[in-house]
């Protein structure tokens, strides 16, 4: 069966510090990925997905990266914390280019930018 | 126009009470539809996917009216358990977007 790690659950950040997010997804091959956040009391965000290695779409303008080194890892990245970049962050994965195939989430991380 | 749009609620209903929800979608091209549920501070989780003819799973009934452009999810005999935030979702050319939710306190 299909299983996606996230790690850390939380994490705690002054602002201008770096940020390294990873998401790794076992049993399944070439998976769409996806990073959502979401802020306090808002919905989920989409920030960038990727259909294959190496392939990052992104979906808003921010201080955030993303890379695929490989076909199950994601990474989210930041040089430099804003305090605007708390949330709760989701990585997640569907099967790739499937018409009607639903997200399965990680267990998120908890960003708190201070 | 949001591209998916909810009512926050909250709806507070009593156990056993009926209960529904309703989402729109602005984009008519839009392809596949689901519920998700989130508790708080958690992932959210697949709940249904939304069937063009209606689809039902025990006591959770989902429709799809793509005339209309809105999707709705009909919980009966509601449960304490049932107590969460409920996310509509559409997806649109190969993105999935959350509406952001529907919040349902099920009380004794």
């Known amino acids: 069966s299909q299983t996606i790690h996230q790690w850390p659950a939380t994490l705690v950040q002054p602002v201008g510090s770096p940020l390294s997010l990873e998401c790794t997804v076992e049993g399944t091959s070439n998976p769409n990925l996806y990073w959502y956040r979401q802020a306090a009391g808002r919905g989920l965000q989409l920030l960038f997905y990727s259909v294959g290695i190496g392939q990052i779409s992104s979906e808003v303008p921010q201080n955030l990266s993303a890379s695929r080194p490989q076909d199950r890892q994601f990474i989210l990245s930041s040089k430099k914390l804003l305090l605007s970049d708390s949330g709760f962050y989701l990585c997640?994965?569907?099967?790739?280019?499937?018409?009607?195939?639903?997200?399965?989430f990680g267990n998120g991380t908890r960003l708190t930018v201070t | 126009r949001k591209e998916v749009e909810q009512d926050p609620g909250p709806f507070n209903v009593p156990e056993g009470a009926t209960v529904a929800f309703n989402c729109t979608y602005s984009n008519s091209a839009s392809q596949s539809f689901f519920w998700y549920r989130q508790d708080c501070r958690k992932e959210p989780k697949l709940l249904m996917s939304v069937y063009s003819s209606g689809n039902e799973d025990g006591r959770f009934t989902a429709q799809l009216n793509r005339a209309s452009q809105y999707i709705s999810l009909l919980i009966r005999d509601s449960k304490l358990s049932d107590s969460a935030t409920y996310l509509c979702?559409?997806?649109?050319?190969?993105?999935?977007?959350f509406g952001t939710g529907t919040r349902l306190q099920v009380f004794p």
């Open positions: 979702v559409v997806n649109t050319d190969d993105k999935l977007i």
């Open positions: 997640a994965w569907s099967v790739g280019a499937a018409y009607n195939s639903p997200l399965h």
